[in-house]
């Protein structure tokens, strides 16, 4: 059905572009001047049409489910919601429609088989009236437009009104999506505070978030100081860029100004490959390859170390951002301009001199926002830590030492038993928000020093 | 071979102070520049005129070896700077460049300060280690471009703020901060309006007294007004090289005399 709307859509915006195409050319061999091209009435006809129709459709698919259960809840026989909670109706309203897909577990009562009736009925109706709807609407718009056609009108700006509606509607979504993610974190974060006092959090060096879920388990009252996690997030973090930004920036600087061209064709595109493996396999790497080899280093020099270490995460970690780096510093050095090079050079200055002096304060800015980038995604990445890093939250900043991260504390407060109104889970949502304020004041940080430098460089 | 004096004496007009000899140049398989043979007199301007893509440009880079930079381009030939090969295997191209100097013909300051920009030379090369020599190289400079009294009180503001023609003078006065003993330019009045252009060819006929310039120009008027010596290049060849007199008043080449009179373009 909902094919089919869409296909009257399609043949409308076709047929209105042709007739408006036509019915210009009609008036243009006329002898007329026209306004705009032919092809500008015809890309009129078919945006007006296309435009609101394909709103109305989507609008309509959006919320034809809730209207339809909000109709069959209402028509439910008096009485056998009575005094049932929401999360019981939601349950009963679920089963009505597993019904009428086809999925009938056990004997339902008659009423529910009656509704998964009614519900079907109500899909079909709405269905048929949304074709109806469709090419209504559609003919009307093709209507209009049609009767626009004339030597004066300004087709090619009304085109490029629509576009540009169009175009600022997009940007409007992406604000409202980021608007609608962080309200939904926030909202949460604030359920958890309601339970977990704020300072507590903020402040405390305990880390257990283990809570009874039934009263006869013994556990621990349940710890939820987020200074230990942090501290592993930034010790990881730490251990990360300190092995990626001067491999990342020497590589880049040789790349761009010693390689030869041969060297530079192999090791770019190796580069690129580092840059494509997934970080699962970077996890791999960590345990496989680089924390045993830790460990058997240490166990030279009798130093006891442990099976996760912050070491062998940050480090391969590390080696993931290498590529993030050494490609925005390789940009950042492209784009100074080659008169630059040519003036430092012309004066008597060696190629590391030119380097070091001018291109690099040239291209800083670049470079910075690169290393900024990299450091928001080394405190957001996921998957080599939960592979690497350990579970258990120690205040420490020893890299030989097991460490966990805010991104594997919420993985594991997710995995398994979730009830959303414990603060177990709920905590998951306040380190999420500790997080997305990490990296938005990283990101913030990184505009700024990169506005400073524009304004001395400029 | 001459002698390498240090030409605080009486100037010597007819030093020569370059002497390329049957140069060629080549971008990968393309040759830009045949047989070029020319003598360039110390403390004296000369130019080279000729219409674009005649290969002034690249025949000027090949004077502080700047072509060593593109990775297509081969030099034949011998060019002796006071008499020594500068292509020979042990001249270090970045000491000769620091006795070479170069002006391009898009001011390219460097994103820093104006003072940093004049310092940048002789700092590299030693050639003052105190702030106060600094200070003293940096007010010389820029007071041989003509450009101290506008600059004086905003030294730490950057290059590349300034105007035009201010940012080519400043390119002037980092050129020669480094007391090179040949200025080159390519073309270094294209990008300025009329009055910038008057500044710097006034700056071109004080230089002379202190260094040899080269300078590559596309405008005969001022060819004339800034040297002694002119060379017409076409189409990768020296057609004649003489006294500027005598190149604008007298060409010996009928091609010369079709560029000057503007029927080669
Ligand atoms: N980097 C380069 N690579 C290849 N060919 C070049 C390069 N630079 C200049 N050429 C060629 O060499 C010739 C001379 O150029 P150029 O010296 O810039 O001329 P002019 O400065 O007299 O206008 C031109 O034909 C030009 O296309
Ligand atoms: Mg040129």
Known sequence: ?????????????????????????????????????????????????????????????????????????????????????????????????????????????????????????????????????????????????????????????????????????????????????????????????????????????????????????????????????????????????????????????????????????????????????????????????????????GDNFGLPIAPNTALAAGSVMGIMLIPFISSFADDALGAVPRSLRDGSLAVGATQAETISKVLFPAAIPGIVGGILLAVSRAIGETMIVVMAAGLIAKMTINPLDSVTTVTVQIVTLLIGDTAFDSPKTLAAFALGMVLFLMTLCINILALRIVRKYREIYD | MFDVQKPETAVDQTAIKIAARNVQVFYGNTQAIKDVDVDIQDKTVTSFIGPSGCGKSTFLRCLNRMNDTIDSCRVEGEILLDGQDIYAPRVDPVQLRARVGMVFQKPNPFPKSIYDNVAYGPRIHGMARTKDEIDEVVEKSLRRAALWDEVKDRLDTPGTGLSGGQQQRLCIARAVATRPEVLLMDEPCSALDPIATAQVEELIDELKQRFSVVIVTHSMQQAARVSQKTAFFHLGNLVEYGDTNTIFTNPQDHRTESYITGRIG
């Open chain 1, 1 to 297: 059905m909902t094919l089919l709307a869409f296909v009257i859509l399609l043949a409308a915006v076709v047929i209105g572009y042709v007739m408006n195409l036509r019915a210009a050319r009609a008036i243009r061999d006329g002898g007329t001047r026209m306004h705009s091209l032919e092809g500008f009435h015809g890309g009129y006809a078919a945006l007006m049409t296309l435009v609101p129709t394909f709103f109305l459709i989507i609008v309509w698919l959006l919320f034809q489910d809730t209207v339809i259960t909000a109709i069959v809840k209402a028509g439910l026989p008096a009485g056998v919601l009575g005094g049932k909670g929401t999360g019981e109706v939601q349950l009963i309203m679920s089963e009505i429609r597993s019904i009428a897909g086809g999925r009938i577990f056990g004997t339902p009562e008659d009423w529910k088989l009656e509704a998964a009736e009614h519900l079907v009925a109500l899909r079909e109706l709405s269905g048929w009236l949304l074709v109806a709807v469709t090419a209504a609407l559609a003919s009307a718009m093709m209507y209009i437009s049609r009767r626009t056609v004339a030597a004066e009108f300004r087709a090619r700006q009304g085109v490029e009104r629509i576009l540009h509606g169009l175009m600022v509607s997009c940007a409007v979504v992406a604000i409202f999506v980021t608007i609608g993610i962080v309200a939904s974190l926030l909202f949460e974060t604030i359920r958890f505070f309601q339970m977990v006092p704020f300072w507590d959090f903020v402040l405390g060096t305990n880390w257990e978030p283990q809570i009874p879920i039934r009263e006869d388990q013994v556990a621990a009252e349940g710890a939820f100081g987020m200074l230990p996690v942090f501290l592993g997030t930034l010790v990881i973090a730490f251990i990360a860029m300190f092995i990626a930004t001067p491999i990342g920036l020497l590589s880049a600087v040789y790349l761009h100004e010693f390689a030869s061209r041969r060297v530079r064709g192999v090791v770019k595109p190796v580069l690129e490959v580092l840059a494509g493996v997934p970080t699962v396999v970077y996890g791999f790497f960590a345990i496989l390859v680089i924390a045993p080899a830790i460990r058997s280093f």
